[in-house]
């Protein structure tokens, strides 16, 4: 069940190409020069890839041009001309929505880890115990940020440990006791319900290890359609992102809750959400 508002007009879809081909394609014929984008017609979509851009480069240099990073910053500001934000998928597993839609998706920090595993363990660990627990926790990677998917399917399909374990911070708390790690994961299958929010980020929010990433997706995805060697047609990839600030309810454009999600922990089985519909599903059709 979802409720969903309308998105923005000049929103990045990563896997829905109408939203963003025609102003991609405009950005790349000012910037990448005609020779370069011929050339590439005849590269194979499949040896085209964006974390490198080899591709590209090696078109710019057959063609005595400059390299790509001398290209980037005209790229990435062409495409922040004629676009605002990047559609991302949030997955979760509270008890109440509450929080989320009226206050927006927060930062992750350790009162509110400290809090959430008081909830979880119902008192059964002392609350001195656990704010030492989240104190020390090593949350190198997890800390003040919000992490976001472009693809909802990914996130029910491969990523299922949120929406059916809850925040992998949560595990952090216990990485030295085997008993209250497993206890907390089976705490965690059986509390909230999954929680997909649909977010539109504001492109000026996404982190700055992100926003080059952006820009070469882009540009590959567009000289991908373009090759004349296509690549057989696929799904949408992984392309995980986060944000280090507060994401305003404004940025909210709906939630869901999946009813069959991919157990990551149960090889092969897939787990039954207990509730598809929530208090705030009607109240926002």
């Not at 990563?14 to 991609?24: F, K, S």
């Not at 929080?99 to 930062?107: A, T």
């Not at 059964?124 to 104190?135: C, G, H, L, Q, S």
């Not at 982190?207 to 990433?213: G, I, W």
Request: net charge negative.
């Amino acid at each position: 069940m979802s409720a969903k508002k309308t998105g923005p007009s000049r929103m990045i879809d990563l896997w829905n190409p109408p939203t963003w081909e025609i102003p991609v394609a405009r950005v790349i014929s000012d910037v990448v020069p005609a020779k370069v984008r011929r050339r590439l017609l005849d590269v194979p979509a499949k040896e085209m890839y964006d974390d490198t851009v080899r591709y590209l480069d090696e078109a710019l240099a057959e063609e005595k041009c400059a390299p790509v990073q001398m290209l980037l910053p005209e790229l990435r500001a062409g495409y922040e001309r004629v676009f605002d934000s990047l559609r991302g998928f949030h997955a979760c597993k509270p008890t109440s929505l509450d929080s989320y839609l009226q206050e927006g998706l927060k930062p992750l920090d350790r009162k509110w880890l400290e809090e959430e595993a008081f909830a979880l363990f119902e008192g059964t660990i002392p609350r001195p115990d656990i704010a030492t627990a989240a104190r020390e926790a090593d949350l190198d990677l997890r800390e003040g940020k919000i992490f976001l998917e472009a693809s909802r399917d990914v996130l029910t399909e491969f990523a299922g440990h949120y929406l059916v374990y809850g925040p992998e911070a949560m595990n952090c708390l216990w990485h030295n006791d085997e008993a209250r790690f497993h206890e907390s994961q089976v705490r965690q299958r059986r509390r909230g319900i999954p929680t997909i929010f649909e977010c539109a980020v504001p492109l000026r929010m996404i982190d700055d290890d992100f926003r080059d990433p952006l820009v070469y997706t882009l540009t590959t995805l567009h000289f991908k359609r373009c090759s004349r060697i296509p690549e057989e047609e696929q799904g949408a990839d992984e392309w995980g992102f986060s944000v280090s600030r507060p994401l305003p309810p404004t940025c909210i454009l709906g939630h869901t809750h999946p009813a069959v999600i991919s157990d990551p922990l149960q090889h092969g089985m897939e787990y039954e959400s207990p509730a598809t519909v929530c208090s705030w599903c009607s109240r926002l059709r």
